[in-house]
């Protein structure tokens, strides 16, 4: 975290709860493209694979439909930088100023993941430049799809693997390795059920995109429509129905000091909307032609959006005794600045003699005069007292205590420290220039 948190700073409660919003909208934008793009790619490649032989006459639609997958997966390349480079770069930050100064050691690791999930949509770009319909070289093809589904599934995994870890602040300390960070079911299950979301996602991807999206309507062959369909929501189905599954272990290994009712109340919400979406992918799946594509991939995003929730929420959970830490720290930093401040008001300002005649001849004088008695004592009976004592005269000045049985009680004047401390350096015939920061003065 050292490198890391040069740049942070800790955040005060209200900056936790931005945080907390800033985690769950970021989460809604990246997490079901990332799903998609790796759902998307995997797929793509199986199908590529069974297609090898362009020959026989029943497949070729697979290896079509292989490339329109990769079309959703990266339309172009602004698309995986917006929804898949920099979320993540902002999650980065999030987490960082979330956990700053907590002993979790996986911020580093994180960057990492990065890393490797960039490698991984570069390669998902370039094996669908090299596919068909304009591929030439098959080998350097599915090379290329390989590594891609192979680097988006690991730079997924570490990714998943860090922020998966805040949730266990008991097992912080030992996220200095790697390796044992990464080894943990609680992981395994969370990265498992993002996979499948993506299959998900991909196969209601495949009826949004091709079919109900009002931007463009393909002219399609209708065997290659009803594969299309068939395969999508066939796929999507499989995903919604081990969804709930992979959840339920995922929810089990989770550190019980994580969860909460509204973490359970989350999770059956989610489970609901998945009932319905199944519900919608039997009945597209038994009609001749694709419906539904929108609905479907709509709540399916519902369903992200609630598992971000979920997300968050635990993160919540776990890092109460961590935030609270981070609240006080913030406090207490802010309650130095504002003493720092208080001094700076005074000991920054110039003691200026011209401001202690001002005030000595608009305030002072109404009671004293230099060699008269008004209602308080002539000043020159007095100030001898005082002489070297600058300290003390701008304390009496400051809240007057009774001296003298003659006279009646001084009362406070209203004038501030500064106008005080000059009034006081005018009266003493004192250099203001031995005054500065708060030192008391020597004599005449
Ligand atoms: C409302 C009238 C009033 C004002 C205004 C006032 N004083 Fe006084 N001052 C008094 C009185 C009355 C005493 C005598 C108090 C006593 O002896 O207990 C006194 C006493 C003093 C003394 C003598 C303290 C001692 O040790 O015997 C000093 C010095 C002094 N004033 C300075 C100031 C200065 C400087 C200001 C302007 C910032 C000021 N006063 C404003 C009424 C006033």
Redesign the pocket.
Known sequence: MEFFNQFMIAPDAQHLLLLRYLLVITLLIHVPYMAMAVGCTSLSLALNLVDRDRKVKTTPMLGRLAYDLMRIAVPNRVVPVLFGMLPLAALWMIYGQWLYQSSVNTMNLFPAGVFVIAAGLLAAFMYKGTMYPGGQNRIVNLALGMAAVGTLIVGTYIVIGSVVRFQDPERWHMTHDPIRTLTSFNIIWKHLFFVMSGFAMAGCGILYFFFDSSRRKPVMDPAYMKIAKNVGAALAMKGVLVLPVLGFFYMVTTPILAMSTEVYSVAIAALIVLFIIFVLLYLVLASPTPRFGRLTFILLVVVFLLTGVWDQMTLVNATKEHSAMLVSRAEAREAKSKLEREKLGTDALKIDLALGEN??NT??S???KMDERV???P?NT??P??AGKYDE?VS??QS????????????A?S?NLL??KS??AF?LGQDPGTLQGGGGGSGH
């Open positions: 005030v000595f305030v002072c109404t009671c004293h209602v308080g004592p000043l007095v100030l007292k005082y005269l009496y000045i007057p205590s009774k001296k003298d049985p003659e006279y009646p009680p001084m009362p004047p004038v106008e005080i009034v006081a009266l």
